[in-house]
């Protein structure tokens, strides 16, 4: 239910958020997004690695939704891991599926190799994502010198650009690595072949000013090194300050051409930046066009299940509750709207966020905040007659109870209530 307004939309929402926006964040910029649910996500403590049959579902609907690319797992990580990945970028070759693959590895020959045999038997080029640590904390635990990380990389980049594949150069902790480090390695990746260079908050670091500092930073290497019209730069989030969703739409607006996350924001730890919401936030600001989201809470629904990862009852838009309401000047200002006739209007009134636009509805309920206009609402849109002996028997047992009452319960009133209507008086 999205419907059109009845009225001009901006007489009926004044939106703060687009006061001196418009032209000044993405503009003409073309921006993409990478799909990490296939191996960042499923690395989460937590989840089970989905079947392949789960595997080539989530990817086929990353692709409906207009996913740039996905990272479809770690191929040097076993036999079982290089044959799932194989079969899914099998998939994208006999369908025809726009999406990019991508793998990731260390930045050693031994995880790359996997992937060069992968390009080989689907006839298909694999992106390399290769990565390596590159904070003094992780040099400290590591024992790694700098020159042995530079040497590590550019020994991995050149292996794979030989072998013709694309190169992404992860470099892992960059928000808490030093500019000199970095710099050196960014233009060592560039000079040996990397034409993406992702910067990584692996342990949720970053603030919003973080993001734009290093992303900055990242900006003037790449054009220093004469590289702008040839090396992108990628932003990878986890979400430890609970920050991965703000940090990954202030890293497009501060110039990062591609943006990473999970479904339902599953990863290490915490989590990854959520695809689904920066897909949502996206679409919202108006970024993504025409582009059809509406198998988002499907695809969300699909992970879930395939991860046994359970979405929280007040998770944005695929919640449960995320269009739920039973408190009664809520539910009374929705239901006008549907009386009016207007679905735009409906889908708005009480909601930031229109469901219709994401596959899902508003959802009336009867509960003890409720008014009358929850219960006749709940019969009529069931097809069920309403009178007001019938409305306050349910109004009055919704008031006594402590939670919105399930369908069962209303039907339980109703049936109590039909058998008194018509049971015989007492002489």
Request: charged residues 25%; aromatic residues 6%; contains cysteine.
């Amino acid at each position: 239910m999205t419907g059109t307004p009845s009225a001009d939309a901006e007489e009926l929402i004044y939106d703060w958020n687009e006061v001196d926006r418009k032209g000044k964040v993405f503009g003409e910029k073309r921006f993409e997004l990478h799909d990490e649910t296939l191996r960042d996500g499923i690395q989460n403590p937590s989840v089970v690695d989905p079947g392949i049959g789960d595997k080539l579902e989530i990817l086929h609907l990353m692709d409906e939704l207009g996913v740039y690319s996905s990272d479809v797992g770690l191929p040097g990580a076993g036999q079982r891991a290089f044959e799932d990945v194989t079969r899914l970028v099998q998939e994208i070759v006999d369908q025809k599926l726009s999406i990019i693959p991508a793998c990731a590895g260390r930045t050693m020959i031994g995880d790359i190799k996997p992937m060069v045999e992968v390009s080989q038997k689907t006839g298909r080029p694999v992106e390399v994502m290769t990565f390596i640590g590159s904070s003094p904390i992780r040099k400290l635990a590591e024992d790694w010198s700098s020159e042995l990380i530079i040497g590590r990389s550019v020994e991995a980049i050149d292996f794979a650009v030989k072998e013709g594949l694309p190169v992404t150069f992860v470099t892992e902790d960059t928000t808490r690595s030093r500019p000199d480090l970095l710099s050196d390695l960014f233009r060592a990746a560039i000079d040996h072949g990397a034409t993406r260079i992702c910067v990584c908050d692996t342990v949720g670091h970053a603030t919003p000013d973080g993001v734009k500092n290093l992303l900055h930073f990242t900006r003037n290497v790449v054009e220093g090194a004469g590289a702008s019209d040839t090396v992108k730069i990628d932003w990878h989030g986890h979400n430890d300050r609970g920050l991965g969703l703000v940090n990954s739409i202030f890293a497009f607006e501060y110039g990062a051409d591609r943006v990473h996350g999970t479904i339902l924001g599953i990863g290490e730890r915490v989590g990854n930046a959520p695809l689904d919401l920066l897909l949502i936030n996206l679409k919202l600001l108006g970024e993504l066009g025409d582009q059809d989201l509406s198998k988002l809470s499907a695809a969300a629904q699909r992970v879930s299940s395939a991860t046994r990862f359970p979405i929280a009852i007040n998770y944005p838009v695929v919640g449960e509750d995320a269009f739920r309401t039973a408190t009664g000047v809520h539910a009374a200002a929705i239901i006008k709207a549907k009386s009016k006739g207007d679905d735009y209007l409906a889908d708005r009134v009480y909601s930031g966020v229109p469901a219709g636009m994401f596959g899902r509805e508003q959802e009336i309920c009867i509960g003890p905040m409720s008014g009358a206009s929850n219960v006749s609402y709940w019969l009529e849109s069931r097809g069920r007659g309403t009178t007001p002996g019938l409305v306050e028997a349910i109004l009055k047992v919704a008031k006594q109870s402590d939670h919105n009452l399930s369908d069962d319960e209303v039907k339980a009133v109703i049936g109590r209530h039909q058998r008194s209507s018509v049971a015989p008086a007492k002489s």
